[in-house]
């Protein structure tokens, strides 16, 4: 979903701002970290749709007139909210994603809309334990998992996102 269908529909985005925000509150206090006023700003940026966002894009939104942020900032805070699974990072699109699960680790496994540019997280235990099973009889030790499907959302082929 691009920005600007993220407020399309029945869909309340900015319900899934909150709900993020108020996970990583929780998140970062039960595990002692902080949830920095710089690192809140770069999740919100992440999560401002259902699209991923690339580094440089969320460096911009942050930028002030005469103070604006810099990218080792941006860099740390995405290292952070990656390392306590907050975000995921998408390969494809050297881009980052909300985790809409953060609450336990898990192999990152997605849809993206190639012409609209939603991102569709997927939790599928079987697929992961698939992909694991056939790594070990292939010798392979799976340091970690992430899938991504790329093609078209139902809504860019005509019909409706649930």
């Not at 390392?83 to 809409?100: W, Y």
């Not at 809309?113 to 079987?126: A, F, K, P, S, Y």
């Amino acid at each position: 979903m691009t920005r600007e269908a993220a407020t399309r529909g029945d869909h309340n985005h900015q319900q899934c701002i909150d709900l993020a925000l108020d996970r990583a509150h929780r998140l970062c206090e039960e595990n002692g970290s902080r949830l920095t006023a710089r690192r809140r700003q770069v999740l919100e940026q992440v999560w401002r749709g259902h699209d991923a966002v690339k580094a440089y894009d969320i460096l911009e939104e942050l930028g002030e007139p005469r103070r604006t942020a810099k990218p080792p900032t941006v860099y740390r805070a995405l290292r952070f909210l990656q390392s306590h699974g907050l975000i995921h990072r998408l390969e494809s699109l050297n881009a980052f994603v909300g985790c809409s699960d953060p609450q336990e680790a898990h192999p990152g496994h997605f849809f993206i809309c190639t012409q609209c540019g939603v991102v569709r997280e997927l939790h599928d235990d079987t697929l992961a334990r698939r992909v694991a099973h056939r790594a070990e009889g292939e010798g392979f030790a799976v340091e970690s998992q992430t899938l991504e499907v790329q093609g078209r959302c139902a809504q860019c082929q005509g019909g409706q996102i649930s």
